[in-house]
């Protein structure tokens, strides 16, 4: 179920369906904009109290406008939403660290300016509801989980504090995660446990419930490739499954992840490993001309492998805690037993480039697809130079097909590194922000080429995850910088809404480098309700970076941490408008927010 729509008089708002969070879009004809002062939305977890999502701006003087004097002034039913779609994430700021999973009633109501451009009180008369399940992703025999990756967010100060880490100072590997990793503004304390399970989101569940079942139950064994490895927590798992006899676990061993006089955290756990490992249990080291990357758990019975677990996700601190990321996860015997071929293979054979891309394992897509199972492919790197070029082809040229293929065509990515690496996407992505016949919205980590929105233009929005130079105007402090990577994910979609939906996703970085020397699966899914959800967690990255981004420049500012938005942009100066001239664009056939209204509402 991608999408739950209902309409009501003038209104018709959409309910798209992704991982535990929900894309509310909203249409009304052009006639019935007039005097529009926004969306009023209000959020009902099932059985509990509803609440009304927030704004981020608020009138300069609310009190010339109606309100309602139990919420803030930034509160939406105080101060309406100039946009014409929301992201709603639970737990952002509402409902604490462990918010509700199930049914949700969202009311969505018109709100209207009266002629001195004076807020008219709410008119339920106008309201559309609608009810649709917050849960984490499964359809059929497949699974998703994302991370959060909104480290550098008014939310996660929220609940913890802009100057939280992810461990403390000096730490052993294996330290104890419900030691107390700081006091939120509130005075509220907070453990390292709680940040990971806020941050980790929906991608951390399922790669510990997949893990923890198998040490639950003694009929199970786990085969692993890790890239980084050091989440603590998870490591612990795994010295247990070693000393029980029921892990094998190929970890890379590239410059990043293995120093001979100064061990980095992959050898300090390859020792801890070896020390604990009995019967089956076994560690090899290893990586093919470039890395071992794949970042995949097996879970096998008696009778063979039953579960497997893919996607961009390390297992590690950065990669659950702190980047944007994605899981997969697949329980279809068939997908299970090719993954079971490729890890048997690279166990036998080692991490060898030669020896694996004349394997026909490497030899390019394999199809999958069922009653229970989307219609996708999946290939396994390396693959010689001439198959990968014929695989990174292929998306580059469903990349620019889109540019052609008419009404609501569209592409929406997050790419780790869009200005680095060889091959046909990246450029086909690029040259996508440039033409206005499609529309486009993308982030990666790289911080030139940034393409932001231009009123009266459909050119395509680009932004980066990683505003370290962004020099924002008095009040604010500068943003800051994410160690690592911000935006690590590897998907481009292409075609969401339509009949020919598509998302590419994985471990490869989509590069002719990394698809001809590393260990690498890459996925093609066909599936709308699969591709509905990586389109949500492309646009609420675009739309959390691109203010950041509007303000970024070359050299040096004071990096501190930026002030709660609210506070700060009502300091700037900056206010919700009385007036519809804020909803123009959404009706300019030669705008960028015309073409966002229509494909989405």
Known sequence: MAMVSKKKGALTVNAYVGDAKTLLAFNLPKAAATNLAGFTIETEPDGLRPYYLYNTLQFKKPSQHA?????????????????????????????????????????????????????????????????????????????LGFTRGFT????????????????????????????????????????FAQEYAWS?????????????????????HLDMFAYDLNEPDLLKLLLTLAAQGRVRLLLDNAGLHHNATKPKAEDEFEQLFRKKMKGDADIKRGHFSSYAHDKVLLVSNASGPVRVLTGSTNFSLTGMYVNSNHVIVFDDPTVTAKYAEVFESVWVDGAKTAKFQQSPLSGGWFPFGSTKLPKMEIS?????????????????????????????????????????????????????HAQESAFSLGISDTVSGIKLYKPGRRTGVLVTGKPANTILPPPFDQVARVRGHQVHHKFVVCGF????PVVYCGSSNLAAGGEAKNGDNLLAIRDPDVVTA???????????????????????????????????????????????????????????HSMDRELFG
């Open 67 to 143: 309100k309602l004097a139990t919420e803030p002034a930034y509160s939406s039913i105080n101060a309406p939403i100039h946009k014409f779609r929301w992201v709603h994430i639970p737990g952002s700021m509402h409902q604490g660290l462990s918010p509700f999973m199930g049914k949700y009633t969202y009311t969505v109501t018109p709100r209207y300016f009266d002629a001195n451009e004076s807020l008219l009180p709410l008119d339920p008369k106008l309201s559309v509801s609608l009810v649709t399940k917050v849960l984490p992703f499964t359809k059929g025999r497949l699974a």
């Open 152 to 191: 550098q967010s008014q939310a996660f100060s929220h609940h913890f504090s802009e100057k939280a880490s992810y461990k403390p100072e000096g730490a052993e590997l294996l330290f104890d995660t419900s030691a107390e990793a700081g006091v939120n503004a509130k005075g509220v304390h907070f453990t």
């Open 200 to 220: 980790g989101f929906t991608a951390r569940k399922r790669i510990f419930e997949l893990v923890e079942d198998v040490v639950q139950h003694k009929s199970l």
């Open 380 to 432: 396994f790197a390396p693959h010689t130079e001439e198959v990968a070029g014929e695989i990174l082809d292929g998306i580059a040229k469903r990349i620019t097909s889109e540019t052609k293929a008419g009404k609501k065509a569209n592409v929406l990515f997050a790419i780790m590194d869009i200005g680095r690496g060889d091959g046909p996407v990246r450029p086909a992505l690029i040259a996508l």
């Open 497 to 500: 809404n339509t009949a020919d």
């Open 534 to 592: 990586f389109a949500i967690e492309a646009v609420a990255l675009v739309d959390h970076f691109q203010f950041l981004d509007n303000y970024q420049r070359a050299p040096k500012g004071k990096k501190t941490a930026p002030p709660k938005k609210q506070d700060a942009a009502a300091e700037a100066g900056w206010y919700l408008s009385t007036g519809d001239r804020w909803t123009l664009p959404y009706f300019d056939p030669k705008d960028l």
